[in-house]
Nanobody, 129 residues
């Protein structure tokens, strides 16, 4: 069974930075696509960034140029570096995993939350103006 544990959330000022980490255990990390989703109060969970098992990345438009997702297969960890934070980035951020080696690329299918099998508990990110 895959377990995901997020860390690194907290409070930041607008324009500031935070780095989220997600530790993966229980299966072969390098065979899984990984993603970060986020959910703001009163809103649906939405895709933020993803990385394929080959390291190819994909971002939603609202975070392009500001967020960077990366993975370290030696440490079984995926990261989300968030720069130039905005108040609208305030949300609970969830790490998600799915065994997926069907494509070298990060496919659009993997922007859907219902395509992921494993989830972390979430970490709060709050950006003040």
């Amino acid at each position: 069974q895959v377990q995901l544990v997020e860390s690194g959330g907290g409070l930041a000022q607008a324009g500031g930075s935070l780095r989220l980490s997600c530790s993966f255990s229980g299966r072969t990390f390098s065979s899984h696509a990984m993603a970060w989703f986020r959910q703001a109060p009163g809103k649906e969970r939405e895709f933020a960034a993803g990385i394929s098992w080959t390291g190819i990345t994909y971002y939603t438009d609202s975070v392009k140029g500001r967020f960077t997702i990366s993975r370290d297969n030696a440490k079984n960890t995926v990261y989300l570096q968030m720069n130039s934070l905005k108040p609208e980035d305030t949300a609970v951020y969830y790490c998600a995993a799915r065994f997926y080696t069907s494509s070298y690329h990060y496919t659009e299918e993997l922007t859907r939350a219902d395509r992921f099998d494993y989830w972390g508990q979430g970490t709060q990110v709050t950006v003040s103006s």
